[in-house]
């Protein structure tokens, strides 16, 4: 079987798990001054304002059954002007037959906001290419080194990606997002990629989608210990607060109203979901799927609301209770827990 396919297999086939959000509560008020009819869910990135703070995260592509996926998502996504990136493009570069697994996103949702999606390793005029196959608004570049390494079939050498991402970044016309594939960012590298003139960062933590385990399960040999490897969303986010002047986003194990709203609390501008999407339009058809996100909305207004808050902004003002193990890291990490509970 193709293994963009063997990765959608799998994928559904994952157990949904707990994530570093359920040790994170938040503080009850019982008063409050809120209203639902006056909540707001709009907010911004990289110059682009959305009605909703969630967005499609990069998926999949190349085959017959991507081509019927990516459609149906194109679809979902123009019903409620959400952006939505495609899977990477690495397969269309290479083999023009499969562009219109691609190309069927923007074909089905041609004033939407759509993010075309590439690795590090790929150059400047491979970018280029992949932004004009699906008339990109924005370029996304995936970090995925643990999952090559791990891939049969992945690459081994990893000298070139910060020079691509740099010679990118300066010479492309669209703004860019760095993002992981489901095993975090640290601040160290967060701050590198500022100083390449990055403004926007997915950081794409463990507790979602596992590709350690999905490539794993594509070996003869496995190397087991690698699928608990990585930083968590949470980690990521809290790692997040020690760097300045960055657009920050936040995908990885995040399938439940509660999370989208700790993930925007934790200072995510917007929050990227792609295990949930596929479960949601594989599952579906386009009209349920629908309602099931109508409703995913109004639980997320409903929590906003609770919590007194009226916008995403407040949101940032709210107050946490933090799990220990959780403090334990932000300790380690020299993290300023006061800075958390106090934006």
Do not use: W
């Not at 994952?14 to 959000?21: G, R, T």
């Not at 949702?109 to 608004?137: H, Q």
């Amino acid at each position: 079987m193709n293994r963009k396919d063997d990765h959608i297999n799998l994928a559904l086939s994952q157990e949904l798990s707990n994530n570093d959000f359920d040790k994170i509560r938040f503080i009850h008020h019982a008063l409050s001054n809120a209203s639902y009819n006056d909540c707001s869910l709009k907010t911004s990135f990289l110059g682009f304002s959305i009605d909703l703070p969630i967005y499609i995260n990069a998926m999949t592509g190349g085959t017959p059954r991507s081509h019927e996926i990516n459609t149906k998502l194109a679809k979902f996504a123009k019903h409620f002007n959400i952006p939505i990136a495609s899977g990477s493009l690495s397969i269309a570069l290479k083999d023009s037959k499969t562009i219109d697994s691609f190309t069927t996103i923007r074909d089905n949702y041609k004033d939407g906001i759509v993010i075309a999606n590439i690795g590090a390793d790929k150059t400047l005029e491979e970018a280029k290419k992949a932004i004009s196959i699906i008339k990109a608004d924005i370029l996304q570049i995936h970090l995925n080194i643990v999952q090559e390494m791990i891939m049969p079939e992945g690459d081994r050498s990893f000298a070139n990606l910060e020079n691509n991402i740099k010679e990118i970044v300066k010479n492309i016309d669209v703004p860019v997002i760095i993002k992981e594939v489901g095993f975090g960012i640290s601040y160290e590298v967060m701050n590198k990629l500022k100083a390449f003139n990055v403004k926007c960062i997915d950081v794409s933590g463990k507790g979602g989608t596992n590709f350690a385990s999905i490539e794993n399960m594509r070996r003869s040999t496995r190397f087991s210990d690698l699928n608990n490897f990585g930083l968590s969303t949470v980690e990521s986010l809290l790692e997040a607060t020690k760097v300045k002047d960055i657009d920050f986003l936040a995908s990885g194990g995040i399938n439940k109203p509660m999370d989208v709203i700790k993930a925007l609390a934790l200072g995510a501008k917007a929050v990227g979901m792609s295990g949930y999407f596929l479960r949601l339009i594989e599952n579906n058809d386009l009209d349920t799927a629908i309602k099931i996100f109508e409703d995913f909305i109004v639980e997320m207004r409903t929590i906003i609301t609770i919590l007194g808050k009226s916008s995403i902004e407040e949101l940032r003002s709210s107050q946490l209770l933090i799990d220990v193990s959780l403090v334990n890291y932000i300790k380690q990490r020299g993290i300023d827990l006061n800075i958390i509970n106090n934006r």
